[in-house]
């Protein structure tokens, strides 16, 4: 059975820094773009980041310059670096896995979904 599963969510302060992983097993991820997604309460889910199976990636404005996205293709895992956390970062993050970059980047959809890691960024 094809599954995401994230960690590294948690508290910090305004500042600081996390990291959030994504393992993805039970396919064949390898060639599958992989990103990360956010909601916060009340707001509509957008997209942070996303990286292709090349490395190439995407970032969404409000992260340019502070998070950073890799992957390990062997381990079939992505990273999220975030850096200079701010409380707007504040969400629940979801790991998504598309066939391509545009079913992430353009159509903001996942054909697979992880179940979320909570980020809470405190003034």
């Known amino acids: 059975q094809a599954q995401l599963q994230e960690s590294g969510g948690g508290l910090v302060q305004a500042g600081g820094s996390l990291r959030l992983s994504c393992a993805a097993s039970g396919r064949t991820f390898t060639y599958y773009a992989m990103g990360w997604f956010r909601q916060a309460p009340g707001k509509e889910r957008e997209l942070v980041a996303a990286?292709?199976?090349?490395?190439?990636?995407y970032y969404a404005e409000s992260v340019t310059g502070r998070f950073a996205l890799s992957r390990d293709n062997d381990e079939v895992t992505a990273y999220l670096q975030m850096n200079s956390l701010k409380p707007e970062d504040t969400a629940m993050y979801y790991c998504a896995a598309g066939n391509s970059m545009d079913v992430l980047t353009t159509r903001q959809k996942a054909d697979y979904w992880g179940q979320g890691t909570q980020v809470t960024v405190s003034s």
């Open positions: 990286i292709s199976w090349r490395g190439r990636t």
